[in-house]
């Protein structure tokens, strides 16, 4: 290989190190691999830059602000609650869940669908008596399943629609992926709903557990009236600073204090809850006028002044690597982390020195404005409150129909391209006052968006170097005895195992080139080839990292990290076998 394809495969290489080990956050990891094939001259300035003045970050931009407005309305979530309502026989349910699930992701993003159906399908499971972890991996891997059949289902099918159109390939049309995405979604939905009963385990939400185990790690005292605590700040009654335990709450005549911040003053009669290692405290039974009290329950909690929630933390959160007490959480969020759940786990110990990781799930007490204030936000990917209610608004739902309709209908008749149908849909909801102007930029991931933007410079990086023609001509040599078919299976394979350790969007962005390289030197479609790598990067089964739905469920779900492939395997299975079957068939692969 040339000396420039040796820099693009090292700049490739720590691509795929710094999101597999979270070094930095996927948007600035791709901005500063852009950065260096920019600077190295591999790819001029155009090139780099092209992903900016590409239609695809556009187009996924203005989808986020029409999903914003389908959670807004809450019509979706009404609908789910009530197929779900109707019994709780699991396969039964499961098949309510699943399929309109799958069907509304063919044309929203599959992100916000997940995070308006969360809460809700943990609300029912709980009243059903259900574990929620029978149906929130299914809830994700439906909307993965959906969003493979149109053009607007995924983010990433845009980006390689626009990757398509930089290589002179033309754009994907709107139903050009459904010969291949219907089959598979329709295979997917069945195995989800024969295998997933039998494949998932039954594990506790985090909510449940900590139910379940507050004896473990909650405890309560009691400000003994007149006592030498009475009337003194939190601080100086030395109890801001423990070897094993925080002061999460104080309960005073029937209200809640959360958080309890150091300048508090204390009162007889106040019940004190502290979280911690609490089998290991030393430092209570010492502290002179504190009674303990028993307390089996953590859930008595919620309040008219506070509430509890579920959040979890994304790979762009700036939590990422620090501690709650780094963070300065209680006062940076006006809320108190009450435990820590981890691949399945809760975490046992002090919460206020664990390192925060990609998937964990905090369990909050917060005001009932928590999730006002963050869920736009990049600090948590999900903030779920059980038992809430969305605030259906039946004129502004009917807008937000007919926009959907209206850009489904434009685009699909080939009238306007997807940007411009779907940028004058999100005029038309800011215009109709669904969405306010403020309302509508916090919908867009402006992170995802610079990714998706700052990759394609790469893409042109890999192809420019010749790295894309080296790695092509060696999954051809290694595939080729295997006919087009094999060449193929090669490539596909390659996006499965990439989408599974690093995002999706960029796994196929980094694809892309390679993939259009080993067709043409195959003689083959190379048309057929991208789409093979569109879906191929858009269903991630086997991990909680590779696609953001995953991520959202893992905690919430209680799940393991081996769950995924228990249920994910077979999926991924049928997902190959189907995309190496009907592509050539379709585009004469």
Do not use: C
């Amino acid at each position: 290989m040339a000396a420039e394809a040796w820099i693009v495969l090292a700049v490739v290489l720590g691509v795929f190190a710094s999101l597999v080990w979270e070094l930095a956050s996927p948007a600035t990891t791709m901005v500063a691999a852009m950065v260096i094939v920019l600077v190295t001259g591999v790819v001029t300035p155009e090139q780099a830059l092209s992903g900016f003045s590409n239609p695809a970050p556009i187009t996924v931009a203005a989808l986020y602000v029409l999903a914003r407005a389908v959670e807004k309305t809450g019509v979706l979530t009404t609908l789910v609650n009530r197929m779900l309502g109707a019994g709780n026989n699991h396969r039964a349910a499961l098949t309510r869940l699943v399929v309109p699930t799958a069907a509304a992701s063919a044309f929203l993003n599959n992100t916000p669908i997940v995070a308006m159906l969360l809460p809700n399908v943990q609300a029912w499971a709980a009243e059903k008596r259900l574990s929620p972890s029978k149906f929130l991996m299914p809830l994700s891997f439906a909307a993965l399943l959906g969003g493979v059949t149109t053009l607007i289902g995924t983010s990433t099918n845009i980006v390689v629609s626009g990757l398509m159109v930089e290589a002179g390939l033309g754009g994907l049309g709107f139903f050009e992926l459904s010969p291949v995405g219907v089959p598979i979604a329709v295979i997917g939905v069945l195995l989800l709903i024969a295998l997933a009963p039998i494949a998932l385990p039954e594990r506790l939400s985090v909510r449940q557990e900590a139910d379940a185990e507050a004896r473990q790690f909650m405890t309560e005292m009691v400000v003994d009236p007149g006592g030498p605590l009475d009337g003194k700040p939190v601080a100086a009654a030395g109890l801001r600073h423990l070897s094993s335990v925080f002061l999460a709450t104080i309960e005073r005549d029937g209200s809640l204090i959360a958080p309890v911040g150091p300048d508090e003053l204390l009162r007889g009669g106040d019940r004190l809850r502290f979280v911690g290692k609490v089998q290991h405290v030393v430092d209570l039974p010492a502290i002179r006028g504190l009674t303990a009290e028993p307390s089996d329950h953590l859930l008595d909690l919620d309040t008219a002044s506070a509430r509890y929630f579920e959040a979890v933390v994304g790979a762009e959160s700036p939590l990422v690597g620090q501690t709650l007490k780094e963070a300065d959480f209680r006062r940076r969020y006006q809320g108190v982390v009450m435990a820590i759940h981890r691949a399945g786990q809760r975490v046992d110990a002090k919460l206020g020195e664990v390192p925060l990781r990609v998937g964990d799930t905090l369990l909050i007490l917060s005001d009932q404005g928590f999730r006002r204030r963050w869920e736009d936000r990049p600090d948590f990917l999900l903030i779920s409150q059980q038992g809430a209610t969305p605030n259906i608004n039946g004129p502004k739902a009917v807008v937000v129909g007919l926009v959907a309709l209206g850009i489904i209908g434009l685009a699909s008749a080939g009238v306007v391209p997807i940007l411009e149908a779907s940028l004058m849909g999100g005029i038309v909801l800011i215009a109709a006052r669904v969405l306010t102007p403020s309302e509508a930029r916090s919908a867009i991931d402006l992170d995802v968006i610079v990714l998706i933007a700052s990759a394609f410079g790469v893409a042109h990086a890999i192809e420019a170097s010749g790295l894309a023609q080296a790695v092509a001509s060696g999954l051809v040599d290694a595939f080729e005895f295997f006919g087009p078919r094999g060449i193929l299976t090669g490539v596909v394979l390659a996006t499965v195992v990439m989408t599974s350790v690093i995002t999706n969007n960029a796994a196929a962005l980094l694809m892309f080139p390679i993939a259009i390289a080993a067709a043409e030197s195959a003689g083959l479609n190379p048309r057929g080839f991208a789409v093979a790598v569109a879906i191929a990067a858009s269903v991630d089964f086997l991990t909680p990292i590779g696609y953001q739905t995953n991520t959202m469920v893992y905690g919430p779900g209680g799940y393991r990290f081996g769950d995924y492939s228990r249920l994910g395997a077979p999926l991924t299975l049928a997902v190959v076998l189907t995309v190496v079957a009907l592509v050539p068939i379709v585009w004469g692969a």
